[in-house]
C-alpha cells in the first residue's frame, strides 16, 4: 500500500515477523528489516544502521502497546524524523498514558472509537520537536 500511494519513496518496512519481510524482499524501493518494537537494543541498531538518515514520515503501525509505542517514539523521534517530517503513531488505545510518555506536542486524531476503542492516531510534526 506505502508503496503505491507514495510512488517515488524509499520505504523501510520494520517487522519482527520474518514471513512479513520475506514477503516484502523482492519489492522494488522497500526495505525489509528485522526489529522487535519491544527491544530497545533492536530499536537502537535500527538507528545505528540507517546511519544518519532523516525521514519525512514515520508511521508506528507496530504492537499497540503503549510502552511500546513511547520506546519506538522516544528513540527514533529525535534521531530518524526531519524537521519537516511526521511522526503517526496509530491504533492508540490508551492517549493518557500515551501521552503522558512522550515529551513532544502531539496532536490526538479520533476516529469512530465506537467502531474500535484503539481508533486514535497520534501525529507528531518535526519542527514542533525542533
Known amino acids: 500500500?506505502?508503496?503505491?500511494?507514495?510512488?517515488?519513496?524509499?520505504?523501510?518496512?520494520?517487522?519482527?515477523?520474518?514471513?512479513?519481510?520475506?514477503?516484502l524482499k523482492?519489492?522494488?524501493?522497500?526495505?525489509p528489516v528485522f526489529c522487535d518494537q519491544s527491544d530497545q537494543g533492536d530499536l537502537i541498531d535500527i538507528v545505528r544502521r540507517l546511519g544518519g538518515l532523516q525521514?519525512?514520515?514515520?508511521?508506528?503501525?507496530?504492537?499497540?502497546?503503549?510502552?511500546?509505542q513511547a520506546l519506538t517514539a522516544n528513540t527514533f523521534i529525535p534521531k530518524l524524523l526531519s524537521r519537516q517530517g511526521v511522526y503517526?503513531?496509530?491504533?492508540?488505545?490508551?492517549?493518557?498514558?500515551?501521552?503522558?510518555?512522550?515529551p513532544w506536542p502531539a496532536e490526538v486524531r479520533l476516529f469512530d472509537l465506537?467502531?474500535?476503542p484503539d481508533d486514535c492516531l497520534f501525529v507528531i510534526e518535526g519542527g514542533d520537536i525542533y
Open 1 to 23: 500500500m506505502w508503496r503505491d500511494y507514495f510512488p517515488t519513496a524509499e520505504i523501510f518496512a520494520l517487522d519482527n515477523e520474518m514471513s512479513v519481510l520475506e514477503g
Open 26 to 31: 523482492n519489492e522494488p524501493r522497500i526495505y
Open 55 to 68: 525521514f519525512d514520515l514515520i508511521v508506528d503501525d507496530g504492537s499497540h502497546q503503549v510502552a511500546h
Open 88 to 102: 503517526i503513531i496509530e491504533d492508540v488505545m490508551w492517549r493518557k498514558d500515551l501521552y503522558a510518555l512522550l
Open 114 to 116: 465506537r467502531r474500535s
